[in-house]
């Protein structure tokens, strides 16, 4: 069973602060990773993805990837409160085109 | 170019009654997802289908859930008969093809409430 865990939190930061939001997941193979942002209501909207180890960078979001320990992480810079939403993580690869989803984890950036 | 489309957006039913859901995927994708999402959780595929044939289908409960996607294009997921517990967010997603590395779009979805 491949798992992929997230602190459902909530993450409350201030507005203008850096926000880090984790993932860890248990297949070893496991191929691409992928971060959706999804408002109250809405559906999942992909903000970054992320294949090799280190880091990648689109505006404010930098995606971590480190694969011997098997996280993945998303830094949100100088957050708003617009960013306040949920955050998944989303696993693939390892032999399947399926993307296992973590429960995601609810970011409130207050002002 | 126009996202993944969805209807209904939403649907209150009563147990034990038959419900479909429709998804258009975006033009040209050939592989199309369904996902469930319950309140406080990930999405959970349902189905995947690469053109028009069905794969990846274990997590579908076959007793009551049915699916179809005619042509390759369209999709229409059906339950029959509807229970409590398939109140849920029924979420349809298209990507290009299917493989590790390619981008998933999802619709709007549907919010199902089961009285």
């Known amino acids: 069973q491949k798992e992929v865990e997230q602190n459902s939190g909530p993450l409350s930061v201030p507005e203008g602060a850096i926000a880090s939001l984790n993932c860890t997941y248990s297949d070893r193979g496991s191929q691409s990773f992928f971060w959706y942002r999804q408002y109250s209501g809405k559906s999942p909207e992909l903000i970054m993805f992320?294949?090799?180890?280190g880091d990648k960078e689109d505006g404010r979001f930098t995606a971590q990837l480190n694969k011997a320990s098997q996280y993945v992480s998303l830094l949100i810079r100088d957050s708003q409160p617009s960013d306040s939403a949920t955050y998944l993580c989303?696993?693939?690869?390892?032999?399947?085109?399926?993307?296992?989803f973590g429960r995601g984890t609810s970011l409130i950036v207050h002002p | 170019e126009a996202g993944v489309v969805q209807s209904p957006r939403y649907k209150i039913i009563e147990k034990k009654q038959p419900v479909a859901f429709w998804c258009n995927p975006i033009s040209g994708h050939n592989t199309l997802y369904w996902y469930l999402q319950n309140l406080g959780q990930g999405p959970e595929l349902l189905i995947r289908?690469?053109?028009?044939?069905?794969?990846?289908d274990s997590q579908l409960p076959k007793d009551r859930f049915s699916a179809e996607r005619l042509k390759g294009v369209d999709s229409t997921l059906k339950i029959q008969p509807a229970e409590l517990g398939d109140s849920a967010v029924y979420l349809c997603a298209s990507s290009l093809v299917a493989g590790a590395y390619n981008e998933q779009f999802f619709g709007p979805g549907t919010r199902l409430t089961v009285l």
């Open positions: 289908y690469e053109n028009e044939e069905a794969v990846d």
């Open positions: 989303a696993v693939r690869g390892g032999g399947s085109y399926i993307p296992t």
């Open positions: 992320i294949y090799s180890n």
